[in-house]
T-cell receptor, first 110, second 115 residues
Framework: GQQVMQIPQYQHVQEGEDFTTYCNSS?????IQWYKQRPGGHPVFLIQ?????EVKKQKRLTFQFGEAKKNSSLHITATQTTDVGTYFC??????????FGSGTKLNVKP | DAGVTQSPTHLIKTRGQQVTLRCSPI?????VSWYQQVLGQGPQFIFQ???????GRGNFPDRFSARQFPNYSSELNVNALLLGDSALYLC??????????????FGQGTRLTVV
């Protein structure tokens, strides 16, 4: 069945370092979304990418959608302690299903 | 405006029992989706309802069922609870059918523990 994988599973960085998480789908996605979940919280929508090769920026966050629309990445420049949480990619699948990736848990040391 | 509200926030049930979880979407949102999130994993899609019709179903057994009411609120029912059903159950609402791409807003979830 369809799978959405993310790497790495965990990332520990020093405050100020950069961070990147990668998302790979076994099938082509019509769109991809990114969410952030703080410890003990619920997923919060960050962004949606739709076009092949699309790049979007939100302050220190840069999101990319691959040319084949099967992979995506989230890059955070100069991490801050407020960036701590788990980052998920998600996208629609066959038969009106919706898939979340396994997530990348980011820990930022001050 | 109120966000997505779920009730109850926490619940403890015994194996074999049945449970009903409730979700009220953001006003004006017609789509409600349900997810199961086991600790340390990503949310797993259970159902999506749009305009009171089931629009998508994940790979969950028939013990799981849901419905959406005329006011767009929704209930998730789980019968014959198993220990493995222990998880955070999340409800998400959106303005449109999720599969065509739209932002979703999640509730705080219901933490279900089956003992």
């Amino acid at each position: 069945g369809q799978q959405v994988m993310q790497i790495p599973q965990y990332q520990h960085v020093q405050e100020g370092e950069d961070f990147t998480t990668y998302c790979n789908s076994s099938t082509t996605l019509s769109n991809i979304q990114w969410y952030k979940q703080r410890p003990g919280g619920h997923p919060v929508f960050l962004i949606q990418l739709v076009k092949s090769g699309e790049v979007k920026k939100q302050k220190r966050l840069t999101f990319q959608f691959g040319e084949a629309k099967k992979n995506s990445s989230l890059h955070i420049t100069a991490t801050q302690t407020t960036d701590v949480g788990t980052y998920f990619c998600a996208g629609p699948g066959n038969f009106n299903k919706f898939y979340f990736g396994s997530g990348t848990k980011l820990n930022v040391k001050p | 405006d109120a966000g997505v509200t779920q009730s109850p926030t926490h619940l403890i049930k015994t194996r074999g029992q049945q449970v009903t979880l409730r979700c009220s979407p953001i006003s004006g949102h017609k789509s409600v989706s349900w997810y199961q999130q086991v600790l340390g994993q990503g949310p797993q899609f259970i159902f999506q309802y749009y305009e009171k019709e089931e629009r998508g179903r994940g790979n969950f057994p028939d013990r799981f069922s849901a419905r959406q009411f005329p006011n767009y609120s929704s209930e998730l029912n789980v019968n014959a609870l198993l220990l493995g059903d222990s998880a955070l159950y999340l409800c998400a609402s959106s303005t449109r059918d999720r599969t065509i791409g739209t932002e979703a807003f999640f509730g705080q979830g219901t933490r279900l523990t089956v003992v």
